[in-house]
């Protein structure tokens, strides 16, 4: 739990040494073992103060809220404190722990495939400023991020 | 190898159009061979002069250059509702009414896997030979973009359903033929963006406009391991996705209407290179015909760069195909690789399958297209019968009803390759609507078969069934055929009056010339003689008097 949570956190602060991206898997790796690979680099060799201060300016830019300079102060010294918190938690040896996919054991909550109308999809509808008649107006975009 | 591939394309260009017009084209506008039929409506003034000049160089490039191709194909599946939610998924609904807070993202709503998304998953997964991942999970793919209602998709990131499979095709005869095995990297579960269109207003500079039916529409992505080397073999790998989804009925695999999306990367490099080159994906792909050509056109894109020593000027980039001027552009350069912060997505539980449960989706899987292709072969089919035959799901079950109730193989591959699939096309209608059943067309071809008529009363009769139905026996009586020994004599015994020449002739040895007598009574009977009972009594009266 705590490697994945790590995978979390680690994957929105800056790169550091694996940026993960769909596009660089190729046959040779076999997915269950990646992870295991992962949460065993993490977990092996860094101490929190090796962990590198997180970006924030980068972090508030990819999740689109904007913030003053002193609110950036203040967020990054209380990320660092949660960054440094997993810090501590990769010290625990779990080299003979098989990495679990989620905390929880059932899974399952499936849903049948039965088509049902929404019924109040006109205040859905109501409810977005720019919706014009048919569709909802948006700005232009040009690029996708 | 490759060089032979293309040495063929060019000049057989037409016979792609013979081809083509074998194949049908049904109802529901689904193309069968979806490359043939698009080259020929809209390519034909363009491609003929600069095609020609394209093959030479695409050979000269393939002695130096090998390409490398990988194709991402994203599969609209054809469930009742959404992926995470009960919205009906149907396509061409007025906009905007297939919503509700999940799929709209509003605050608060949870997202719930529809069970049929996995069935789905599995199916496709092992139809591709993968490995299935007993325990998979969801992830969250976070940007911002308009069609995006909860700004990330919910999608499979490191654990996807289905991993490490292959797919074999057979590349058609026009392009050299032969067997071909490509791997597949992974299969995995997402849901899809909505719609994002150009204002009709006019106001192009101001706004676009969102439509969120298929916000949550659930998709399977395929990736393929990069091991097309051409513009044919990326072209196959797509047709046979396409067939493959819909022989199992997961799909309607419509490239046009967007069900089926493949993009493409490639990448070239020096022949005996071991490192790959800089990749290139290219999208806007609506056909597999587009497709092999933008794949034509861009390994000679760069293999010009690499000649003229600028092989830096290919940069890791999207570039759109345009289908108006046979050419990729580029869209605006990327500024770095996406970060897509990837986590876990909490709201939903781990997605776990049984083996009691994957062995019984398994052993209700449909025999495969690639199995079809086999066993055809295996029957005595030429390889073109079998691609034909076996391309369709319906043409193939119907071909398999027919020789199951004992037709020739032979003799029924032809009907449905010649007249059966030029009255379709002309008809515009698929196997299904035929009013001609599996089990008169097999009566059809014994009746034939046992000269009870002739080929040219059998073809007559093949257009009145497949018209307006009925049964081969009442067509026969309806037809008024010659059947009475004696009435078939006279008309025998006319035509040699008529012929003394060649009487004598075959008096003389020319026994061939049986063939000429049998074909003026049939003339004189229009076509209504018993042709056993023709022949039989004309060979006593030829061979008899002196």
Not at chain 2, 99 to 106: A, E, R
Request: charged fraction near 25%; charge should be neutral.
């Amino acid at each position: 739990m705590a490697t994945r949570a790590l995978l979390a956190v680690v994957t929105a602060s800056p790169p550091r040494m694996i940026q993960i991206k769909a596009s660089t898997f190729s046959s040779s790796l076999k997915f269950q073992r990646h992870i295991t690979t992962i949460a065993r680099s993490f977990s092996s060799d860094t101490n929190p103060s090796v962990l590198q201060p997180p970006d924030v300016s980068r972090l508030a830019e990819t999740a689109r809220i904007s913030l003053t300079p002193s609110e950036i102060e203040e967020c990054g010294a209380k990320i660092r404190q949660v960054i440094d918190w997993f810090g501590q938690l990769q010290q625990v040896d779990v080299s003979s722990v098989e990495p679990a996919i989620r905390a929880e054991m059932e899974g399952g909550n499936l849903r049948e495939d039965a088509p049902e109308t929404f019924e109040n999809r006109e205040s859905i509808r109501a409810s977005i400023p720019s919706f014009d008649e048919v569709y909802l107006k948006v700005p232009k975009v040009l690029n996708k991020e | 190898m490759s060089t032979t591939l293309f040495r063929t394309i060019q000049p057989n260009h037409f016979t792609l159009l013979t081809t083509a017009l074998l194949r049908t084209r049904t109802k529901t506008s689904r193309h069968i061979s979806v490359r043939c039929q698009t080259s020929t409506t809209t390519q034909q003034p363009r491609t003929s002069a600069p095609k020609n000049h394209g093959s030479n160089k695409l050979d000269e490039i393939l002695k130096d250059y090998e390409a490398v191709i990988g194709i991402e194909t994203h599969v609209q599946l054809s469930t009742s509702t959404k992926a995470f939610c009960s919205c009906p998924n149907s396509y061409g609904s007025h906009p905007n009414t297939s919503i509700c807070p999940v799929c709209m993202g509003l605050p608060g709503a949870l997202p719930v896997l529809s069970s049929k998304v996995v069935d789905f998953g599995v199916r496709l997964g092992l139809a591709l030979n993968c490995s299935l991942s007993l325990k998979s999970k969801f992830d969250r793919k976070q940007y911002f973009y308009p069609d995006l209602p909860k700004g990330y998709q919910i999608s499979q990131f490191d654990v996807p359903i289905a991993s490490g499979g292959y797919v074999d095709v057979d590349i058609p005869l026009e392009f050299g033929g032969g067997h071909r095995r490509f791997g597949i990297t992974r299969v995995h579960m997402e849901e899809d963006a909505g719609k994002l269109l150009h204002s009709d207003a006019g106001d192009y500079s101001q706004a676009m406009i969102v439509d969120l039916n298929r916000a949550g529409v659930p998709l399977l992505e395929i990736v393929s391991e990069p091991d097309m080397r051409s513009g044919v073999e990326a072209a196959e790998y797509g047709s046979e996705m396409q067939r493959i989804v819909r022989y199992l009925g997961v799909s309607n695999g419509n490239m046009q209407e967007g069900s089926l999306r493949c993009d493409v990367n490639i990448s070239i490099r020096p022949i005996g290179q071991a490192e790959f080159g800089t990749k290139v994906e290219i999208k806007n792909l609506n056909a597999f015909s587009a497709m092999s050509r933008a794949i034509d056109y861009e390994i000679t894109r760069q293999a010009l760069l690499y000649n003229q020593g600028q092989a830096d000027k290919i940069v890791t980039e999207t570039r759109l195909w345009d289908e108006g001027a046979q050419k990729t552009v580029t869209m605006r350069k990327k500024e770095g690789l996406a970060d897509y912060r990837y986590f876990p997505e909490p709201d939903l539980p781990e997605v776990i399958l049984t083996q009691e449960y994957v062995d019984s989706i398994r052993a209700s899987l449909p025999e495969l297209p690639e199995a079809k292709r086999r066993r055809y072969e295996a029957m005595g089919l030429g390889i073109q019968d079998v691609l034909f035959l076996a391309n369709d799901v319906s043409v193939a079950e119907y071909f398999d009803e027919v020789i199951g109730k004992g037709a020739d193989v032979k003799s029924a591959a032809n009907w449905l390759m010649s007249d059966i699939a030029a009255y379709l096309k002309n008809e515009e209608l698929s196997i299904s609507d035929v009013k001609l059943t599996p089990h008169e067309l097999a009566e059809l071809i014994a009746a034939i078969k046992d000269e009870t008529i002739s080929g040219k009363i059998g073809k007559q009769i093949l257009f009145e069934l497949l018209a307006k139905g009925g049964t081969v026996q009442g067509m026969i009586k309806e037809k008024d055929l010659i059947t009475d020994p004696v009435e078939i004599e006279k008309m025998i015994m006319k035509v040699i009056s008529e012929s003394p020449k060649q009487l004598e002739q075959y008096r003389s040895g020319k026994t061939k010339l049986q063939g000429f007598f049998a074909g003026q009574v049939m003339k004189m009977s229009k076509g209504k003689a018993n042709p056993a009972l023709l022949n039989k009594i004309l060979l006593e009266k030829l061979n008899a008097k002196e």
